[in-house]
């Protein structure tokens, strides 16, 4: 069945996500998240996009942008490729990190311009990665409004003028932009199940768990499932197919 047609928006104005493949983890610390904000601000240059708003997940990216000198498909190619060219130099690892097709939707006002803004940056709360979206280092929040910035913020600006624009981030918004299940409550989440892959297996990442051999590797999966990590979970956090996953509980 043919893929359904992306539906361009006539502001030029999309909210973007970028998953990893398998929803598996495609930051491991601090200098990923800083070599995706190079990458973004490289592009941003090249490309000649007006970026809005971020924010960096574990395992997805948001971003707010509008397109420039290049369409929104070689814009995120162009950003994926490097960071993944990068990513598996660094993790000695090849092959594909990304989900092949990114998710988007167009932006067609200012109002809701604004509230995908909040909701991206409220994104890390809901996830009870932080008890604020200030206290998250990895998204926009703290950058909107800063002399040089990586952030176009004089749109916004415009529209409601930085107080306002404060006040009303202040407050998470009801509404649901794009389909984000990482915000769905889990009896263990996924850094404490990082933990526990990094205690039970000496693993630090899904890079390292892969070259498990495949006793250990099923091994590890059950431990992880008995510590009460979801399937999902645990394909996430490893990078292990979900069907893999799902038959290391009935292998012996």
């Known amino acids: 069945m043919p893929r359904a047609r992306r539906k361009r928006s006539e502001s030029g104005v999309y909210h973007i996500m970028l998953r990893g493949i398998n929803k598996q983890r495609i930051f491991e610390d601090d200098e990923d998240y800083r070599r995706f904000l190079e990458i973004l601000v490289k592009y941003r240059v090249e490309c000649g996009y007006s970026l809005y708003g971020y924010c960096m997940m574990p395992n997805h990216v948001h971003l707010v ?3 420039g000198k290049q369409p929104l498909e070689t814009i995120m190619r162009r950003i994926g490729a490097s960071f993944v060219y990068w990513y598996n130099a660094k993790y000695t690892r090849t092959g594909h990190l990304f989900q092949d097709r990114f998710k988007s939707e167009a ?13 991206v940056h409220w994104n890390p709360v809901k996830a009870g990665l ?8 990895y998204s926009s929040y703290s950058r909107y409004f800063e002399s040089e910035g990586i952030i176009d913020s004089a749109l916004i600006a415009g529209m409601i003028g930085a107080e ?13 932009c794009l389909d984000d299940r990482e915000n769905i409550k889990r009896n263990v989440t996924d850094e404490r199940a990082i933990e526990l892959m990094r205690k039970i297996t000496g693993c630090q990442n899904a890079s390292e768990y892969q070259s498990l051999t495949a006793e250990q590797r099923d091994e590890g999966l059950r431990e992880l499932l008995r510590h009460g990590v979801s399937i999902r979970q645990a394909s996430r956090i490893t990078g292990v197919s979900f069907g893999i996953v799902r038959k290391s509980v009935v292998r012996p």
């Open 107 to 119: 932006i067609e006002s200012d109002a809701y311009l604004l509230t995908v803004i909040r909701y």
């Open 130 to 137: 932080c008890a604020a979206p200030e206290a998250y280092p």
């Open 164 to 176: 306002e624009f404060k006040k009303f981030q202040s407050t998470p918004g009801k509404e649901e």
């Open 65 to 67: 942008l509008r397109e």
